[in-house]
């Protein structure tokens, strides 16, 4: 059982459309779960026996190719859901990039509950869509593009989902923090390492954003990044 009342993502989530009577009864389901960096949730091809929203933390989607190797095609980060409700397999592996916290549901329950409630269904319903448009987004990243679209694309994506988070008034325009390292960055856009710090110094060098720490960002000229994402 959880406390859904104290919940960080409460307004975000998937659970935001319930009223308060609903969300205690979906809380008495649910049970928080950390996962540490590294650990895996969900293993593709497997049964799924659970869903759950993320609280703290970034995880990955990863997909096995034909010749055996890994391929991320996608994070995910506070308030987003993770599995695959009224299904029985999981699509794709789930495994923490950083330190994560998860309230997790079983599927089954789960499956009940929303089969009850439309609005939640409809919500469900508008993830799926939304599921696929970032999925048809980074096929394009991944496939089309060169190592200065891949990158400036990344960052932009970054932007969306980070700014604003964790952050106080004396923080520039434009600045947000990766939960990962620059490896991790290359990973998720199949570059090397040293290609992805030649692209980010290079953008600098350029003006277009500057790069406080390791982790942090601030995107100087978004329309100049824009056009360098092609």
């Known amino acids: 059982m959880t406390d859904c009342s104290t919940c960080v993502v409460r307004n975000r989530a998937i659970c935001a459309s319930l009223d308060a009577t609903e969300i205690r009864a979906l809380g008495k389901m649910g049970r928080k779960q950390k996962v540490r960096q590294g650990q895996t949730l969900l293993w593709e091809g497997d049964g799924a026996p659970v869903v759950a929203n993320v609280l703290t933390g970034v995880l990955k989607l990863v997909v096995s190719t034909a010749d055996g190797r890994e391929q991320i095609v996608g ?99 434009g600045w947000f923090e990766l939960p990962f390292g620059r490896q991790q960055i290359a990973d998720i856009l199949g570059l090397t390492i040293e290609t992805t710090s030649r692209q980010l110094t290079k953008m600098r060098g350029e003006g277009v954003l500057d790069l406080p720490s390791r982790r942090e960002i601030v995107i100087n000229d978004r329309a100049a990044m824009e056009t360098m994402a092609g």
């Open 75 to 173: 994070i995910v980060f506070p308030s987003d859901f993770i599995g695959r409700p009224f299904g029985k397999e999981s699509p794709y592996t789930v495994t923490a990039m950083t330190d994560a916290e998860v309230c997790i549901f079983n599927r089954n329950n789960f499956d009940e509950f929303a089969s009850s409630h439309p609005d939640l269904q409809q919500k469900l319903l508008r993830r799926t869509l939304d599921e696929l448009d970032r999925a048809r987004h980074w096929m394009m990243l991944l496939g089309r593009k060169s190592a200065s679209e891949k990158v400036a694309s990344f960052l932009l994506e970054m932007s969306e989902r980070l700014s604003g988070q964790g952050c106080g008034a004396t923080m520039p325009q």
